[in-house]
């Protein structure tokens, strides 16, 4: 994987999407965040951290990440001739799983997954919402028929988490490795005694 976009939208667990980008600049590999409105509030709201100035801070050790203007449909990744690998959209919140599932490509987020669709690249969703109603899973449905994969947050507990950068470990883990980016965020489940 050479080059990533991230996505962020108005959906809780913004910290997600801090963890993942984190570790992919650190790899090196290219990444570029398009975040709704929404997506920055929230972030703003649940980490105490203004996006904007977090991707200035980044970019003083890193120059492999990009913010992009998510109104900006001259950007590079609004088009298919336009190499990048994969996009995540992280946490994605069931208005923008909506606009993706149904083709809306009035942002330059979901103009990117719809890239990523049509092009038969990584499209990989996690979306956040409890409970779900029927459109939400209409829509995940659709998109994971169409090639996209459904990651929900949903960290698992078999690791034993300690804190809560375990269980965000274990997401962003999960992710990585469906990108088949190599990473030691959580253990792998190895053979295990256990008394029946
Ligand atoms: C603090 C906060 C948390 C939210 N959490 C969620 C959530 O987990 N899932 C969701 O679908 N919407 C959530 N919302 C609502 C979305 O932000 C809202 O539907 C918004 O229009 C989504 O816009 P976007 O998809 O353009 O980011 C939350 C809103 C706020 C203010």
Request: charge should be neutral; hydrophobic fraction near 40%.
């Amino acid at each position: 994987m050479k080059k990533i976009v991230v996505g962020i939208t108005g959906a809780s667990g913004s910290i997600y999407a801090k963890r993942l980008i984190e570790v992919l600049v650190s790899k090196g590999i290219q990444t570029n965040i398009i975040a709704t409105d929404k997506g920055k509030q929230v972030f703003n709201y649940e980490l105490s951290l203004d996006l904007k100035k977090w991707v200035e801070e980044l970019k003083n050790t890193y120059s492999n990440v990009k913010l992009e203007d998510n109104n900006n449909l001259f950007s590079g990744v609004a088009s298919g001739s336009h190499g990048f690998d994969a996009v995540i959209i992280v946490p994605c919140s069931m208005g923008t799983l909506a606009e993706v599932s149904h083709g809306l490509s009035k942002n330059l987020l979901c103009r990117a997954a719809d890239v990523a669709l049509k092009e038969g690249r990584k499209l990989v969703i996690v979306p956040r919402e409890t409970p779900f109603n029927a459109i939400h899973l209409e829509n995940m449905y659709k998109l994971s028929r169409i090639g996209a994969t459904i990651i929900p947050a949903m960290p698992g507990f078999y690791n034993h988490p300690q804190t809560i950068d375990d269980l965000v470990n274990f997401m962003v883990g999960k992710i990585l490795n469906y990108l088949n980016i190599d990473n030691n965020l959580f253990n792998k489940w190895e053979d295990t005694e256990y008394e029946t």
